[in-house]
Antibody
Framework: EVQLLESGGGLVQPGGSLRLSCAASGFTFSAFAMGWVRQAPGKGLEWVSSISGNGGTTYYADSVKGRFNISRDNSKKTLYLEMSSLTAEDTAVYYC??????????????WGRGALVTVSS | EIVMTQSPATLSVSPGERATLSCRASQTVTNNLAWYQQKLGQAPRLLIYGASTRATGVPARFSGSGSGTEFILTISSLQSEDFAVYYCQQYNEWPPATFGQGTKVEIK
């Protein structure tokens, strides 16, 4: 059974940093691109970032470019999202999701339950 | 950036009735269109990809159609578990991949 489990969410002050992790199981992790999608409270879905199966290709939404960094450790079957210079607009549930295949398509087949990030003083 | 527009924002339907949800793209996305279902407090779930292909385990009462800029998600006979928010998303041209604002299907 495919499982994605996010961790690392929490309360952070404006300007602060946080690292999210997503532990994967039930599939060959390196064979799939992965992504992060966020959802602000009461709002819709916003794609944040994606990474290819081998980690060699990454893409970011303009709203996070230069502040967020996506990475993966295929040996640990874990996806990461390093977030810095956080603002209140980054407050959201962050979902980890598996793409359709090894290459980035941003068609997200499986989703984790999400991790809440709250940016507030 | 491709803008996805869903209508209506809210759809009130009685159990057993048909629901028709629309999604329009600001420019062509060919058939690179996905539909997701999100129940309250849960993660989204992929229902349809390639505009019309059901994801694994999705009941046959869900069907997708359309290409180019106009897409439809049809739920042929609404069940109680289908009341949720539905999002369309284009993956034809990115970054960024873009979602519609969602259609809430509620009990009439």
């Amino acid at each position: 059974e495919v499982q994605l489990l996010e961790s690392g969410g929490g309360l952070v002050q404006p300007g602060g940093s946080l690292r999210l992790s997503c532990a994967a199981s039930g599939f060959t992790f390196s064979a799939f691109a992965m992504g992060w999608v966020r959802q602000a409270p009461g709002k819709g879905l916003e794609w944040v970032s994606s990474i290819s199966g081998n980690g060699g290709t990454t893409y970011y939404a303009d709203s996070v470019k230069g502040r967020f960094n996506i990475s993966r450790d295929n040996s640990k079957k874990t996806l990461y999202l390093e977030m810095s210079s956080l603002t209140a607009e980054d407050t959201a549930v962050y979902y980890c999701a598996r793409d359709l295949g090894r290459f980035i398509m941003i068609c997200l087949w499986f989703w984790g339950r999400g991790a809440l990030v709250t940016v507030s003083s | 950036e491709i803008v996805m527009t869903q209508s209506p924002a809210t759809l009130s339907v009685s159990p057993g009735e048909r629901a028709t949800l629309s999604c329009r793209a600001s420019q062509t996305v060919t058939n690179n269109l996905a539909w997701y279902q999100q129940k309250l407090g849960q993660a989204p779930r992929l229902l349809i990809y390639g505009a019309s292909t059901r994801a694994t385990g999705v009941p046959a009462r869900f069907s997708g159609s359309g290409s180019g800029t106009e897409f439809i998600l049809t739920i042929s006979s609404l069940q109680s578990e289908d009341f949720a928010v539905y999002y369309c998303q284009q993956y034809n041209e990115w970054p960024p991949a873009t979602f519609g604002q969602g259609t809430k299907v509620e009990i009439k």
